[in-house]
């Protein structure tokens, strides 16, 4: 199929960026969205023009490195799915697609559609982990976990911190993700020492970071390509009322 | 970093005191239907009402600082917000956020130039001079609050700001009750659609409840 992009281009961080538009040739159903754009970069090259620049890692769906808005959709049209597993099946030949970076003033665009996402990590350093001193490697079972708190814990750590739910949302703000990894933590005995400080430290980095606050627009849970329940973000809610206490 | 600047806190803060307003709607409501007991009920309450100030004023300055709070708390999320999301997209698509979740502020700042321009209708009665209660009084020598409410909303416009201003805060609380459950962490996935369905029934009975009022009155259903 033949498809029609209008792809963000920004040279650097300080640069203006814009849309331009490129043709892509013989582009087959089979290929990841990822692919398709490897193929017009090729031709860019051999053209002698500069490729398009974006992020891609384990081409798998669990990096989270991927991060394009497809058609107004991060991660593009197909649900719970990232850009590298969405295949180009879901178009149609002489299709047009608008290729665009995050947009949040916390993800600036270091070039074309690549986002510097390290806003996140700052989050994770500002409480996202356990510091207790757990001893010696436990025997299995040792801490007994009901499987309801360990369901709760995985699906919250299923989150890739891709940051599709801060490009999704219309506030650029990035609690789903925060929400994941404070409920991650808090399901679980280990992580329940730190949980108030935690929660405080995770909202507060992210207020710092340039990121907005959540008004429960819900688009985040449908951008997530992991489905990240806004349930989550309840219970970060509730962590922090907890946390007064 | 203080409560209230937490982004979390801010969002509490604007729950609790949504909630308290919401509260308000209701007895409002109660102390509105006596209009409905005809000339003897609300000019008895009102009467009622006035003669205790200092319950009265006391209740005005609470209500007055949580609605203070509540509009504080609305622009300062608002303007964090677009600060923090400069630039939209080329396309840009609404999956899951719904238009009243979408003009909270517009529907808010709606709201708030109502109830201006409310107060000063009924409560300080300056927008309508030729009809002033403490001048007009009823047979028992009340001021004739039916007499003033129903002269008012025979008039269309008069209704029809009411109408708009109802409408407006039906489209807040819609988003808005739901919201408040998710911000105070009840919310789950099972709840959900529940919070949802219940904040739409609660937003279209207080529509419905305080339009009434001055549908009866211009369908003539209520005559001074």
Not at chain 1, 138 to 164: E, F, R, V
Request: with cysteine; glycine share 8%; hydrophobic share 45%.
């Amino acid at each position: 199929m033949d498809l029609n992009l209008y792809v963000w281009r920004q040279k650097d961080k300080d640069s203006q960026g814009r849309l331009e538009q490129y043709k892509a040739y013989d582009i087959s159903p089979d290929m990841s969205f990822l692919e398709m754009l490897d193929v017009v970069n090729e031709r860019l090259i051999k053209e002698g023009k500069e490729p398009i620049a974006f992020d891609h890692d384990c081409r798998e769906g669990i990096c989270g490195m991927c991060s394009q808005v497809i058609n107004g959709v991060p991660h593009g049209p197909q649900e719970k799915t990232t850009v590298c597993q969405l295949h180009m099946r879901h178009f149609k030949d002489g299709d047009t697609i608008y290729i665009e970076p995050w947009r949040a003033r916390a993800f600036p665009v270091i070039k074309d559609l690549i986002v510097d996402r390290s806003a996140l990590d700052r989050i994770i350093q500002a409480g996202g982990y356990i510091s207790v001193h757990t001893g010696g490697v436990p025997d299995g079972n040792a801490i007994l976990i009901s499987k309801k708190d360990a369901d709760t814990a995985m699906d919250a750590a299923q989150c890739i911190g891709c940051g599709a739910c801060v490009a999704a949302c219309p506030n650029g703000s990035a609690m789903l993700f925060t929400a994941a990894k404070v409920s991650h933590l808090a399901s679980l005995p280990q992580g329940r020492v730190e949980a108030a400080k935690r929660v405080c430290m995770m909202t507060e980095q992210m207020l710092k970071e340039g990121f907005g606050n959540c008004s429960n627009h819900y688009e985040c849970e449908a951008a997530c390509p992991k489905g990240i329940k806004v349930s989550f973000i309840a219970k970060l809610n509730r962590e922090f009322i907890k946390a007064q206490f | 970093m203080r409560f209230v600047e937490n982004p979390v806190g801010k969002k509490i803060a604007m729950s609790v005191t949504g909630f308290l307003l919401l509260a308000f709607l209701f007895i409002h409501l109660i102390g509105n239907s006596t209009i409905y007991l005809g000339p003897d009920g609300i000019n008895t309450y009102a009467k009622g009402l006035h003669s205790l100030p200092p319950v009265v004023w006391t209740f005005r300055i609470v209500m007055l600082i949580i609605f203070a709070l509540h509009i504080y708390f609305g622009i300062k999320v608002t303007l964090e917000n677009r600060q923090a999301k400069p630039n939209g997209y080329a396309i840009s698509k609404n999956i899951n956020s719904t238009l009243s979740s979408r003009t909270m502020i517009w529907t808010g700042l709606i709201v708030l130039a109502f109830v201006v321009y409310h107060l000063l209708h009924f409560t300080l009665q300056v927008t309508q001079p030729h009809f002033i209660t403490s001048k007009n009084l009823d047979y028992l020598g009340r001021p004739d609050v039916f007499k003033m409410i129903v002269l008012s909303f025979q008039r269309i416009g008069i209704t029809l700001i009411y109408a708009i201003g109802l409408l407006s805060l039906m489209l807040h609380l819609t988003h808005g009750i739901q919201s408040l459950m998710q911000t105070v962490g009840l919310n789950n996935e099972r709840f959900m659609p529940k919070f949802r369905l219940f904040g739409l029934i609660i937003a279209v009975f207080l529509l419905v409840a305080y339009l009434s009022i001055p549908t009866v009155v211009l369908t003539g259903v209520l005559k001074a």
